[in-house]
Nanobody
Framework: QVQLVESGGGLVTAGGSLRLSCEAS????????MGWYRQALGKQRELVAA??????NYADSVKDRFTISRDNAKTTVFLQMNSLKVEDTAVYYC?????????WGQGTQVTVSS
């Protein structure tokens, strides 16, 4: 089992920045992939960014604005979000794949005002 605790969401004006964090605990030795998804009101959940030992992937809509990273212990994943746009408003969820299981964080609201 892996437990996830997210932090860092909030309200920001367009053009601003936020940094999200997601700390994993429990069976962390089996973590293979960490990432961030988001779900805007009335829309499907979508991939924002993901990282594993071989690659980093970004949604086209956030490339060159968002940066995903991990701490040295690979138990905390971060999402640095710069040049935020109104359309980035969503609930952001941390995702961890560990062993054969997928775990989701509780979600953190990011609201970007114009």
């Amino acid at each position: 089992q892996v437990q996830l605790v997210e932090s860092g969401g909030g309200l920001v004006t367009a053009g601003g920045s936020l940094r999200l964090s997601c700390e994993a605990s429990g069976s962390i030795a089996s973590i293979k992939r960490m990432g961030w998804y988001r779900q805007a009101l009335g829309k499907q959940r979508e991939l924002v960014a993901a990282i594993n030992s071989e690659s980093i992937n970004y949604a086209d809509s956030v490339k060159d604005r968002f940066t995903i990273s991990r701490d040295n212990a690979k138990t905390t994943v971060f999402l640095q979000m710069n040049s935020l746009k109104v359309e980035d408003t969503a609930v952001y969820y941390c995702l961890v794949i560990a062993g054969w299981s997928t775990y989701w964080g509780q979600g953190t609201q990011v609201t970007v005002s114009s």
